[in-house]
């Protein structure tokens, strides 16, 4: 019974941090509101399919709302401005879903400028997972042997267990803000 009451408290969280009401998100996935609340109440009876729907709906890893635990990110991910949705990962995975992933893992996010001028850093390697939002004009971030242009608006999520590291792209300073999650 208390696993049930952590998987409600998962898909109720999980709801929540992605901006819905109980009655929204019941519309959405065609499910009667009064059942979708039970389902949040207890997870007594929730259906699979109405967890898979979830999970692929928010972005998030099926077993992740199942057990709890999130799943170790790859590689990296790139959202484009204006295009809030990120690609080799999980479908409809959105900035909204970023915030769940961080939830009670984050530590202060920092911003940071890069001159044109600057030497590129010795490349870095750490646990966690990392997110960098370009603020203002364009950087590189190398990483997996890649080199990745990110322009204003633009933004990556990566497991920083790869080297990588960050320079200026362009004739103008780069401003990035920057989040680690342990």
């Given at each position: ?44 009876d929730v259906p699979i399919s109405v967890i ?131």
């Amino acid at each position: 019974m208390d696993e049930l009451k952590e998987l409600a408290s998962r898909i109720r969280e999980l709801r929540e941090v992605c901006g819905y009401t109980q009655e929204e998100l019941a519309k959405e996935l065609k499910i009667d509101p009064e059942v979708y609340r039970k389902y949040e109440e207890s997870a007594e009876d929730v259906p699979i399919s109405v967890i898979y729907s979830i999970s692929r709906k928010f972005g998030v890893d099926f077993s992740e709302i199942m057990t709890g635990v999130s799943g170790k990110l790859r590689t990296y991910q790139v959202v484009r401005a204006g295009q809030g949705q990120l690609a080799d990962r999980y479908p409809g995975y959105t900035f909204q879903n970023l915030a769940y992933h961080f939830t009670k893992k984050i530590m202060q996010p920092f911003l940071v400028t890069l001159d044109p001028s600057d030497k590129p850093a010795a490349l870095v390697t750490h646990d966690g997972e990392e997110f960098n939002f370009v603020v203002k004009g364009s950087i590189v971030v190398v990483f997996d042997d890649q080199e990745i242009i990110l322009h204003e608006g633009d933004s990556i999520y990566f497991n920083p267990t790869y080297p990588h590291g960050q320079r200026c792209y362009g004739d103008e300073p780069g401003t990035f803000l920057t989040m680690i999650a342990e």
